[in-house]
């Protein structure tokens, strides 16, 4: 019997028990506690943050992450936040917790990653029908950081316009773009610990904000909005979305090895792109000036002048796989595209929407940092059998 192979499954370390034992000898079993501040130290030292001027609070999710950003951004019913069209719908989906209308803009060709001039678009759009855009996603995909240049216009754009830059980093942890790590290069920074990200807590999250204030506000929105008082006062209403001390023992196992699972992770792709050369595929463009973590190995398939489609390859390709027991997914459905937002306002590539071709033709292959090399073998054999 094979075992079956997973898209991105967690790694664990063999420290995990080691830190839960330590944290729980300092009897911090709830809620906060050392841990979780050593587990904010250690991740503002993996984003090269001074503790002076930008602050990292641990979260329950990313999504609560993006949540609160689009809170302390000042995001309320009837504005419009605008967010990379293909990604995960946690991206978005805070702002219509919010009441908040979501915009989308179309992925870059070259990068797959949001396209500077779609959000320029976007804000001309928005500024002529009397919109206010009080946010950007900007969602770093796959691993792949946006390049610094597309960055620097996107952050230009949102000064201009005085909206907040929120940096979806979920899938970024460790990358860097013009060597500043992703998750610091925004107003805000939201990183996730989910169990199929790079390095995980079981599940978690953190938002980088940008000054002790700020975080101060956001960390007592993350535990009710307690007022300073004996009694429990509230002037505002706050959520319950601090992350559990126990988890962020977990975490303090995982991230001194994020180098290397990067390392890991690239070494997959490396294996795949040796194995499928020559084949009518192409893989996730890596991007200029930026230093990727390789999360995933994401590929399309070519469409062809006669049949078959990409679309019909990467069926082929995705079905055979999953027949021979090895998990892949399509790239994600772009959010324009999902029924839940319907009507909302998308700024698509006047050449047809990019992020519709790459959830056409695109594939995740599965590149967590425990594959072998026999393990992509495996997959690539399906693969060009499929291919025929
Ligand atoms: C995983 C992910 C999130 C959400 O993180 P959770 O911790 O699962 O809430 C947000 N955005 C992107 C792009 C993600 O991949």
Same mark, same amino acid.
């Given at each position: 019997?094979?075992?079956?192979?997973?898209?991105?499954?967690p790694?664990l370390t063999?420290n995990e028990l080691?830190s839960l034992?330590?944290a729980?000898?300092?009897?911090?079993?709830?809620?906060?506690?050392?841990t979780?501040? &050593?587990f904010?130290?250690?991740?503002?030292?993996?984003?090269?943050?001074?503790?002076?001027?930008?602050?990292?609070?641990?979260?329950?999710?990313?999504?609560?992450? @993006?949540?609160?950003?689009?809170?302390?951004?000042?995001?309320?019913?009837?504005?419009?936040?605008? +967010?990379?069209?293909?990604?995960?719908? =946690?991206?978005? =989906?805070?702002?219509?917790?919010?009441?908040?209308?979501?915009?989308?803009?179309?992925?870059?060709?070259? *990068?797959?990653?949001?396209?500077?001039?779609?959000?320029? &678009?976007?804000?001309?759009?928005?500024?002529?029908?009397?919109?206010?855009?009080?946010?950007?996603?900007?969602?770093?995909?796959?691993?792949?950081?946006?390049?610094?240049?597309?960055? $620097? @216009?996107?952050?230009?754009? +949102?000064?201009?316009?005085?909206?907040?830059?929120?940096?979806?980093?979920?899938?970024?942890?460790?990358?860097?773009?013009?060597?500043?790590? *992703?998750?610091?290069?925004?107003?805000?920074?939201?990183?996730?610990f989910?169990?199929?990200?790079?390095v995980t807590c079981s599940g978690g999250?953190?938002?980088? +904000?940008?000054?002790? &204030?700020? $975080?101060?506000?956001?960390?007592?929105? $993350?535990?009710?909005?307690?007022?300073?008082?004996?009694?429990?006062?509230?002037?505002?209403?706050?959520?319950?979305?601090?992350?559990?001390?126990v988890l962020a023992a977990i975490g303090r196992a995982q991230?001194?090895?994020?180098?290397?699972?990067?390392?890991?992770?690239?070494?997959?792709?490396?294996?795949?792109?040796?194995?499928? =050369?020559?084949?009518? @595929?192409?893989?996730?463009? &890596?991007?200029?000036?930026?230093?990727?973590?390789?999360?995933?190995?994401?590929?399309?398939?070519?469409?062809?002048?006669?049949?078959?489609?990409?679309?019909?390859?990467?069926?082929?390709?995705?079905?055979?796989?999953?027949?021979?027991?090895?998990?892949?997914?399509?790239?994600?459905?772009?959010?324009?595209?999902?029924?839940?937002?319907?009507? =909302?306002?998308?700024?698509?590539?006047?050449?047809?929407?990019?992020?519709?071709?790459?959830?056409?033709?695109?594939? +995740?292959?599965?590149?967590?940092?425990?594959?072998?090399?026999?393990?992509?073998?495996?997959?690539?054999?399906?693969?060009?059998?499929?291919?025929?």
């Amino acid at each position: 019997m094979t075992q079956r192979i997973f898209l991105s499954p967690p790694h664990l370390t063999g420290n995990e028990l080691d830190s839960l034992r330590e944290a729980l000898e300092k009897r911090y079993l709830a809620p906060a506690g050392p841990t979780l501040a &050593e587990f904010e130290a250690d991740v503002s030292n993996i984003l090269h943050i001074d503790p002076q001027t930008k602050r990292v609070v641990a979260l329950n999710s990313g999504t609560a992450a @993006i949540h609160l950003a689009l809170i302390l951004a000042g995001v309320g019913p009837g504005d419009s936040v605008l +967010c990379s069209d293909l990604t995960f719908i =946690a991206s978005i =989906a805070p702002a219509s917790y919010l009441g908040a209308s979501a915009m989308f803009a179309d992925a870059h060709p070259d *990068t797959w990653n949001l396209d500077p001039e779609r959000v320029r &678009e976007a804000f001309d759009s928005a500024r002529t029908h009397g919109r206010r855009i009080k946010a950007v996603v900007a969602v770093h995909l796959y691993g792949r950081p946006i390049p610094p240049d597309h960055i $620097a @216009i996107i952050r230009e754009l +949102c000064r201009e316009h005085d909206a907040a830059l929120i940096e979806d980093a979920a899938e970024t942890l460790g990358a860097t773009s013009g060597g500043v790590p *992703t998750g610091a290069l925004g107003d805000f920074g939201v990183l996730s610990f989910n169990g199929n990200k790079i390095v995980t807590c079981s599940g978690g999250g953190a938002l980088v +904000c940008p000054d002790e &204030e700020t $975080a101060q506000r956001a960390l007592s929105l $993350a535990t009710m909005a307690k007022d300073p008082a004996p009694h429990y006062e509230h002037s505002a209403i706050g959520y319950s979305y601090r992350m559990p001390n126990v988890l962020a023992a977990i975490g303090r196992a995982q991230l001194p090895h994020l180098e290397e699972r990067m390392a890991q992770r690239k070494a997959v792709r490396d294996w795949y792109m040796e194995r499928l =050369a020559g084949l009518p @595929i192409q893989f996730i463009p &890596e991007p200029e000036d930026a230093a990727p973590n390789w999360w995933l190995t994401c590929v399309t398939f070519d469409n062809s002048d006669s049949s078959p489609t990409g679309h019909a390859r990467r069926e082929a390709v995705r079905m055979a796989l999953a027949a021979a027991d090895i998990e892949s997914r399509p790239l994600w459905k772009p959010m324009h595209m999902q029924p839940v937002f319907a009507g =909302a306002q998308a700024y698509l590539n006047p050449t047809g929407s990019v992020g519709a071709d790459l959830f056409a033709r695109g594939l +995740c292959l599965p590149s967590g940092s425990t594959l072998t090399e026999r393990d992509v073998d495996r997959v690539t054999g399906v693969v060009r059998a499929a291919l025929g």
